[in-house]
Each structure stands twice: as C-alpha cells, then as structure tokens.
C-alpha cells in the first residue's frame, strides 16, 4: 500500500512566524503535490513537484513556498504565516508512469495561524 | 488552465434513494475524471475514475459517466447507506497544465444518507 505521511496532524502557530510542513512517501513516487482545502473552496493547488528539486506553482501559489531535496520528502514552506493561511493541508503524490494518474493523500495537517 | 465546477454543494437523501453529482471541466485536453470520497476526519481517497476514450464506469453500486462534448462528468450512487455519507469531489486532469498533470478538483459535495 502506498503510504504517505504529514509531520503533524495539528499544529498552532503565531503571525510571522516560519511554518515548516513536512510530507514523505515511501512509494517512490516521482510527483508529489501540496494542496489546502477549505470549507466550500474543495481542494486548492498550492505547489506541484515532478522532480526531485523541480517544482511548479500551482493555482494559490502566494504566501508560500517549497523544498525537494528529495525524492521521497517534499516540504511547504509558510516564509511569515498569516491569520488567512488558517486551514488544513494536504499533500499527496503519484507514480510519473505515463498514464497513471492516481493521486493519494497523506492525512492532512490542521495548521491553524493565531 | 481547468477549471472544474460541481453540483449540487449538499445532497441529502434516505437511505436506499440514488444520488447524482454533477461535474463540469474547462479544457478539452482533459482526459482523466476521478471522484474521491473524504469521510469525516479522513484523507480523499479515490473511489472510480474514467478516462477520456470511455463514455461510462461502473462498480458495485457506483457509477461515473462522462460526456466529452458537453465536457462534463457525474457521479451515480445508487442504493445508498448511511456509511456512503461523505464529501464527494471530482476532479479532472491534463497534460497541458501549467503545472503538469496535477489533479484539479471541484469544490465539493457533502452527502447525507439518512436512514
């Protein structure tokens, strides 16, 4: 089975602080992807990886950044965390086989921003 | 880039009724349709999908169809149990993407079985 974890599943930080978001898969899987879901907003791209050190901004790529050093851990980075960044983060990552495009999610961190 | 809308928001149903959750998508290239189911608590997790060559899916008690013309896609339930209430998400994908062949998914449906 595939499996793919999140540091933590709550976390509690202050405005302006630096957030570290850790994501690890042991699948080997080439894509890995940072999402937000937000009640009635579903679930929105942050950051895409297909690389190990290659990335993409995906759809709310503000206010954040990423690090794959990597293959198996891809990190979001909250550089000064705001109130509006309260939410829940998922991340989630995929084989880069040609056609499989299955996605599987890590449980989520609840980060709530006070 | 995609973008996906989806309907109804909230769905509410007895149990053994059928329920049906309706998806559009922007972009034609698109070519992979899944729906992932996140119960309370839990992380999404894929329950059918369908691909672009392909007009319907089934599995059990759950069907996907999809039109390519009118370019939308829907999630059928039928007979359905309380442990079926959930929020449903579908998504699409494309190879065209800015950021690859990342998913990009509607804004959900909670579903409500009541029995």
């Known amino acids: 089975d595939v499996k793919v974890t999140q540091s933590s599943r709550y976390l509690v930080k202050r405005t302006g602080e630096k957030v570290f978001l850790e994501c690890v898969q042991d699948?080997?899987?080439?894509?890995m992807f940072w999402y937000r879901q937000d009640p009635g907003l579903g679930l929105r791209l942050i950051y895409f990886?297909?690389?190990?050190?290659?990335?993409e901004k995906g759809d709310i790529p503000e206010g954040y950044s990423v690090s794959r050093e990597k293959k198996e851990r891809f990190s979001l980075i909250l550089e000064s965390a705001s109130t509006n960044q309260t939410s829940m983060y998922l991340c989630?990552?995929?084989?880069?086989?040609?056609?499989?495009?299955?996605?599987?999610f890590g449980p989520g961190t609840r980060l709530t921003v006070t | 880039g995609e973008n996906v809308e989806q309907h109804p928001s909230t769905l509410s149903v007895q149990e053994g009724d059928s329920a049906v959750i309706k998806c559009t998508y922007s972009d034609s290239a698109s070519n992979y349709f899944p729906w992932y189911k996140q119960e309370l608590g839990k992380r999404p997790q894929l329950i059918i999908d369908i691909r672009s060559n392909v007009g319907e899916k089934k599995d059990q008690r759950i069907a996907v169809t999809l039109n390519k013309t009118a370019k939308h896609f829907s999630l059928h339930i039928t007979e359905t149990q309380p442990e079926d209430s959930a929020v449903y998400f579908c998504?699409?994908?494309?190879?065209?993407?800015?950021?690859?062949?990342?998913?990009?998914f509607g804004k959900g449906t909670t579903l409500s079985v009541s029995s």
């Open positions: 990886s297909y690389d190990v050190k290659m990335k």
């Open positions: 989630a990552s995929r084989t880069g086989l040609a056609g499989m495009y299955e996605q599987y």
């Open positions: 998504a699409a994908t494309t190879p065209n993407h800015r950021a690859g062949t990342a998913l990009i």
């Open positions: 699948m080997d899987h080439e894509n």
